[in-house]
């Protein structure tokens, strides 16, 4: 156990003492990551404390969440320039758990204080926190934050369970314009949290590439199921990512947002066609969506042989 977060008193295990020790830059910022943890649970975990396990999930995926956007943005931490780096070591555990036999929902059911010990695992932390991530990225930071200050004033010095979270979501998200309906909300956080297993999205590689005369004629992604088999709940689900073109120097020359959907596996990426034909693509580039992303061959070439640090 790395730290504890008591009320008024969060305890730290040893090995974040230095006695003399160099720390390299990567262990400074994980400690700094540890200490906004334990203090983000003064919010999530005691002044608003789940009702049972079953939401152990909010608790850890909000403080491993918080803390790295903290780090990332607080003043006087400037100095914090690995922290969604570092965040990627999150998202891995999170996926490796997620295509393993024994994989839950984020939002899993806890019959007793015993099964818990189950869950404290890659996707509570991992997944969770993901999910939180591309929450802020498809709905906007604004949701995020109205949402958090109505559900803590609502909620102070009390018990609650997922569904008090995700309706202040989605009160929020109503009410800053990013959706129509609570109801667009409550679902698409249904899909995510009440079910395991992740998808596989990758580009197609007989479009990917073609060209006419240096110009990109085609460009679309396919995804599917991952693991289905084991995980029957498993589905595709909607969520916003980012592709990077780069060029012969390994530059990134464009951006593009790509929205998946739920109901069909392929999907039309129409801000790269009639642009110069790519060097290579990174798929979920910045790490915002969630699934296995799989860099295709040709990509994945020219990055091993390549300029790219």
Known sequence: MGAMENVGLVTYNDIYITRGEKFTRARIENTYN????????????????????????????????ISYMCADKAKGLDDCTLSWSIFLQQQYWGLRTDTMDTSHPIAATCNSTADAEDIFDGISYGKGASWLHQMIFMYGNDVLKEGLKTYFAKYSFKNTELKDFVQELAT???????????????????????????????????SAYTCAEGVLTSCKLRQRVFNQKNTPENKLRV??????????DMNVIKEVTVKTSSEKAVTDVTELIGGPSPYAFAINYRAYGYAKFIIDDVSLNKFERGKLC
Request: charged residues 25%; contains cysteine.
């Open 34 to 65: 540890t200490v906004l943890h334990e203090i983000s649970h003064m919010w999530f975990g005691n002044l608003v404390t789940m009702k049972w396990w079953d939401d152990l999930w909010l608790n850890e995926s909000f403080a491993n969440m």
């Open 239 to 248: 969520q916003k990512f980012v592709i990077a073109v780069f060029d012969e």
């Open 172 to 206: 929020a998200a109503k009410k800053v314009g990013a959706v129509e309906t609570e109801a667009e909300m409550i679902e698409w956080t249904d899909d995510w949290l009440k079910t395991a297993g992740c998808a596989e999205i990758e580009l197609d590689h007989s």
